[in-house]
């Protein structure tokens, strides 16, 4: 099979979730079907594309002019586009026309069986009317992120960007999912979400995986008393989980543990997030490995209050054999189970009672743990992953 990968925004680094999920499922794709990437992302001095020329048949990529993030440059598009009654995450990559351009002529050059678009970002640049099978892979309901951003955000002017966004995603996703030949969400809820739209017989669920021989137990001796928290913080239901969890639960964890602290691992921090940065608070900003930091933590939180789609770091911290503390959400449409091998509580009080509870009981900490390795050792291969992919995606090839 030949397949077009058309993803927005970049493949690597791999520090962020989506990009881990797609390069996963590519490399699996690719060793055994033909695979042409297609990616357009902000530019950036340095560029590791090149490198990836190595796993697929082809590697295309568009650097753009894109705004510094967080600049008054992106901060003045975002404006105009909001205006405009488009989505400022969509619609920056439409700016452009060298995106469709480029994109019209590889599909011009070459007998593709399949294009898959990747998140809902790059949909705008597909042409939706070709008669080459096309498949939505949606890692999330996006609209649902910013719609429940703006349930829990205090900013109003920031509210406002999030109901905004909400409402034109919204329509970009019902618009888009239902040109699409098939759309595959990572999670049950999310597939009934865009069966809505589409009916059941044009939706699948792919699993989402872990890389369980790079993530693994170490033996390293836990550090008592540390708590970790690991994500791209430029994700806004990461941001909006930091500053809640040490706003919100972190004092009342420390009333009762004093020697108790956190650290916030992961790229891009907000100044507002840094600016947390206290004893008891570390914001490490971007880091080579986050492995170190899992290993030698006695709990990782997942303290989020937003988001969708599936969380892979918490596939991640249970592959190291680590126990974890999520909010429901936070763990939405992962097979775990409460008390098995995860604990969830949502409530600020009850967050800060469990996470007590765990940190005071290395061996509670250790039969989550174990449980948590066993469960992602047997259940959560990313060569399944890609082989569920490959099956969908051949009902409508």
């Known amino acids: 099979m030949k397949i077009l990968w058309v993803k927005a925004g970049g493949l690597v680094p791999f520090d962020q979730g989506g990009r881990i999920r797609s390069f996963q499922i590519l490399k699996h794709l690719a060793r055994k079907h033909d695979v ?14 090149t490198e990836l020329r190595g796993y697929f048949s082809d590697v295309v990529t568009t650097p753009l002019p894109l705004p510094a993030s967080r600049s008054v440059g992106e901060y003045a598009q975002y404006a105009r586009l909001f205006l405009s009654g488009r989505s400022a995450t969509m619609g920056k990559y439409a700016l452009y026309p060298e995106v469709r351009r480029t994109l019209a002529s590889l599909v011009a050059a070459n007998p593709f069986d399949a294009i898959v678009c990747d998140f809902i970002y ?50 970009a996703e019902k618009r888009y999912a239902m040109r699409a030949d098939l759309v595959l969400a990572v999670s049950e809820h999310d597939r009934a979400f865009f069966a809505r739209y589409v009916g059941d017989d044009r939706t699948a669920v792919i699993p989402t995986g872990v890389d369980t021989d790079y993530f693994q137990p170490s033996g390293t001796r836990e550090r008592a008393d540390t708590i970790v928290f690991t994500g791209s913080m430029d994700w806004l239901p990461n941001d909006d989980g930091v500053r809640y969890f040490v706003e919100q639960v972190l004092p ?60 892979i770091k918490i596939f991640e911290a249970m592959a190291m054999g680590k126990a974890v503390l999520s909010t429901t959400l936070g763990a ?54 890609a082989e569920q992919f490959h099956a969908s995606m051949s009902e409508v090839v």
């Open 36 to 49: 042409t990437v297609y990616t357009f992302y902000r530019r950036e001095p340095a560029d590791a594309h």
């Open 122 to 171: 790059p949909a705008a640049a597909i042409d939706w009317t070709m008669a080459c099978p096309k498949i939505l892979f949606a890692h999330n309901v996006e609209a649902q992120v910013w719609e429940r951003q703006a349930q829990v955000t205090g900013d109003p002017v920031r509210r406002l960007a999030c109901r905004l966004e909400h409402r034109a995603l919204a329509r």
């Open 252 to 311: 009342l964890i420390r009333r009762e543990l004093p020697s108790a602290t956190f650290s916030a691992v992961g790229r891009r921090p907000s100044p507002a997030l840094s600016a947390l940065a206290s004893e008891a608070v570390r914001v490490t900003g971007t880091v080579d490995d986050i492995r170190p930091y899992l290993d030698g933590a006695a709990l990782v939180v997942v303290p989020l209050r937003s988001g969708s789609g599936t969380r």
């Open 332 to 385: 939405e449409g992962l097979p775990v189970t409460h008390d098995e091998n995860i604990v969830l509580a949502d409530s600020p009080d009850a967050f800060a009672r469990a996470a007590v509870r765990l940190l005071r009981s290395p061996e509670l900490r250790a039969r989550l743990g174990g449980a948590a390795r066993a469960m992602v050792e047997r259940d959560a291969s990313w060569a399944t992953a």
